[in-house]
């Protein structure tokens, strides 16, 4: 993945106060992925909503690692059962006409 594509995690703790220790500790309990390119961490652009979805969390509503872990789990869930939903919609409509 070109370099252009993604946010050094550096930049992402200035631009939104975050320390990096909690990037280390999203990273280590397996919700973000970094790229390391000469020895320094980036964020792929994909990534860039979930991470900064899961700062807010922790930093405006004080929820902790674990509660991010499951609110992220569900989230997930729901964007998938949302896109299922969809499907049979277009299924639906498909069968009514």
Not at 25 to 41: C, H, M, N, R
Not at 69 to 96: H, V
């Amino acid at each position: 993945m070109a370099i252009e594509n993604m946010i050094a995690a550096n930049d992402f703790c200035v631009y939104h106060h975050v320390e990096y220790t909690f990037l280390d500790s999203l990273e280590e309990a397996g919700l973000v992925e970094f790229t390391v390119i000469d020895q320094q961490k980036y964020i792929s652009h994909e990534q860039l909503q979930r991470t900064e979805r899961m700062a807010r969390l922790h930093y405006e509503l004080e929820i902790n690692l674990a509660g991010i872990a499951s609110i992220m789990n569900m989230l997930e869930r729901i964007e998938l059962m949302q896109g299922e939903i969809k499907q049979l919609k277009n299924k639906l409509r498909f069968f009514e006409h």
